[in-house]
């Protein structure tokens, strides 16, 4: 281990090269304990993969280039037609087939910051169910165990953090027992960080020895599967499918063996699930195929007659929302991310406001956007793919993530639509559920996905286990 000296002076030069020589400012203010802590950030800044970026991104601010052309993609609808219904059948069996034979895992991204919603702690272990108050965390693993009640195999689950969250996440699961799973079916890792900039390409620094770094964004999971020895591990046991969700979203099928088949059965690379967009301009990602490639384009990027346009029959012709829901082939992502791969996903750029030191060494709050922070989107992957597929699927079924403390997309809305999925599961399945006048459910109710994983899962459950009874709170749990 060389010393403390020889670690400064390798990065005196080190900076000296790529002019971040300022990030050394201060050492000669700084204990030993800090000064350890500075070179430690340091270690984490791949300074050569900076430079490009600097230059791309942070002094130029790189024009949207709008594709030449945009097209609406092929989907697969939620309900097949008529001529797709044996297709569909055909992938539901394949796709349980191979998570029988453990050919799936779960992939779960939980790296990100969660600025927005504020909680202090990893977001997973915010608590959202309505009955219990089961953090996210605990709703992933129960959906595994319930994959494994329907498939008899448990899928291995692979979580991704950031080294700011790394140890509260795998500190969490320890102390609630892996909630039920086993710590041999989880493999914990973290993904890269990316410093802040400041606009003239300097990297920023936080306090005097720490440098300002974050997660390098969800795009970075791919890079983080292979360098943490994940893919490596799934080709030793044999999976060849991965099942991407995010932390945020409860109401995932964390795996599903439509989607799992129809993947499989068509040769797509990376497929995805999209729901209808709720209006024209809503704010989310949208599948379209730009000059020729499945793509996800942002819905900042996509030019507003677009995002307005109607096919002849009236209905939207940019519908498919992207849910950040993907299956992926680990070919897929090991070819990807091989060693001596020109492939980079591109760095989206945000300006955002963080307390930085300037060269005073003064710490400054500042009132507007001071620092720009760079991270890379998965969906981005998505053109790189062969035979990349869209299945739509229903938003109250699928899709409902915690990402504000308050108003849309908040815990609120969240356990909202948690209870109105479980009351139509088990009105779908004859059990009378008493609703207020606003057609609100009128008591809380919980269905564990340990206990029932969707409608059918829960009529077949039902058979072998007590009604609950309408007005009283309705819990469903193993
Ligand atoms: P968001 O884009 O919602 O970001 O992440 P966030 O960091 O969680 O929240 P804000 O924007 O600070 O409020 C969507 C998903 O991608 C993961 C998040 O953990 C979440 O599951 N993510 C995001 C990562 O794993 N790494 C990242 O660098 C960014």
């Not at 000296?16 to 000669?28: D, G, N, P, R, V």
């Not at 949207?64 to 609808?77: G, L, M, N, Q, S």
């Not at 102390?175 to 900039?197: C, E, I, K, W, Y």
């Amino acid at each position: 281990m060389p010393s403390i000296d020889d670690r400064h002076q390798a990065y005196v030069r080190r900076l000296a090269e790529y002019s971040q020589s300022h990030l050394l400012a201060f050492w000669h203010e700084l204990d030993s304990g800090q000064q350890e802590q500075l070179l430690d950030d340091l270690d984490q800044i791949d300074f050569a993969r900076c430079t490009s970026p600097i230059e791309a991104y942070i002094r130029n601010r790189p024009a949207v280039r709008i594709p030449d052309t945009i097209e609406p993609p092929t989907t697969f609808p939620i309900e097949p037609s008529p001529d797709q219904a044996e297709q569909y059948a055909a992938a539901r069996r394949a796709g349980a087939d191979a998570i029988r034979a453990g050919r799936v895992a779960a992939f779960m991204v939980a790296g990100g910051q969660g600025t927005r919603l504020g909680f202090d702690g990893p977001k997973g272990a915010f608590r959202i169910s309505p009955i219990r108050q089961a953090p996210l965390f605990q709703l992933f693993a129960e959906s595994l165990l319930g994959v494994e009640r329907r498939y008899r195999h448990r899928p291995r689950w692979y979580v991704m953090t950031s080294p700011a969250n790394h140890a509260d996440t795998a500190d969490f699961f320890a102390r609630h027992n892996f909630f039920g799973l086993s710590p041999d079916d989880v493999l914990f890792f973290t993904q890269g960080q990316m410093p802040a900039f400041l606009p003239d390409g300097r990297i920023a620094l936080a306090e005097k020895h720490r440098v300002a770094l974050g997660p390098d964004g969800h795009g970075g999971s791919l890079r983080a599967l292979a360098e943490s020895g994940a893919l490596a591990d799934m080709r030793r046991r044999g999976i060849d499918t991965i099942s991407y969700f995010q932390v945020d979203n409860p109401l995932v099928q964390t795996i599903d063996p439509l989607f799992i088949g129809l993947h499989l059965l068509t040769g797509s690379e990376m497929s995805s699930k999209a729901v209808h967009k709720a209006h024209d301009l809503e704010r989310v990602g949208v599948f379209c195929v730009a000059d020729g490639k499945l793509a996800v384009i942002e819905y900042s990027d996509l030019p507003e007659e677009l995002a307005r346009a109607r096919n002849s029959d009236g209905t939207r012709r940019f519908d498919a929302g992207s849910i950040a829901v993907h299956v992926l082939s680990r070919d897929f992502v090991e070819r990807l991310t091989a060693a001596g791969s020109t492939i980079q996903l591109p760095w989206h750029r945000a300006d955002k406001k963080l307390p930085v030191v300037n060269e005073r060494g003064e710490l400054i709050t500042p009132a507007s956007p001071n620092i720009v922070k760079l991270e890379m989107f998965v969906f981005d992957a998505i053109p790189l793919a062969r035979n990349p597929l869209v299945l739509y699927t229903r938003r109250d079924e699928e899709f409902s993530p915690v990402k504000n403390a308050e108003g849309a997309d908040s815990p609120a809305t969240t356990r909202r639509d948690l209870v109105r999925r479980a009351a139509r599961w088990l009105e779908s399945c004859g059990v009378g559920v008493a609703r207020s006048a606003d057609g609100e459910p009128a008591q809380p109710i919980e269905v564990s996905p340990a206990f029932a994983l969707d409608a059918d899962d829960l009529r077949e459950q039902l058979k072998s286990h007590p009604l609950p009874q309408a007005g009283k709170p309705m819990l469903l749990a193993s």
